[in-house]
């Protein structure tokens, strides 16, 4: 696979020291108050995580730790509507990439992809400014240092 890195932003360090992108005090709510955007699972399955509705139903079924919605150990609060149907915000949607990938049911590209697609939909809301999502170029002059990406530092692909 081609190096995707001249494509895509550094996704491994949000702004302000925040361990994540985005949080929930800064989606912007609509005037019955809900939160935007939101999003259906076929949705985030198919716009964020290029797969079948059905995925993230089966990953769900073959986990028999019961950790595979969890980030280091603390589970994901999966977010339901009045009628029972799963609701994902974009932060929803970011820690979700982050357990899956944690639990290796993405591939470090899958996850670069995902956050990608995040962090221009939460410019797109107003919610990040340029400033957040503009790549920080490091500069060095000796010929041993040179930044890195996440594939530069994954632990492996993931399975499946």
Known sequence: MP?????????S??????????????????RRGQVKPSFKIT????VFFARSADWLRWIEQDD?????????????????????????????VERLAHALL???K???DQFIAAINIILWMGYSYGILTTQDILPVRVET???RCRQLSLADISGGEAEG
């Open 64 to 92: 028999q730790s019961g950790q595979v919605f969890s980030i280091a150990g603390e589970p994901l609060e999966i977010k339901r509507t009045e009628t029972g149907n799963r609701s994902y915000t974009l932060v929803d």
């Open 102 to 104: 944690e639990h290796r």
């Open 3 to 11: 190096d995707l890195g001249a494509l895509v932003m550094d996704v």
């Open 141 to 143: 002059t000796h010929p």
């Open 13 to 30: 360090r949000p702004p302000g020291g925040r361990r994540f992108w985005l949080t929930d005090d800064m989606l912007p709510k609509g």
């Open 106 to 108: 993405i591939t470090v």
């Open 43 to 46: 949705e985030v399955t198919k």
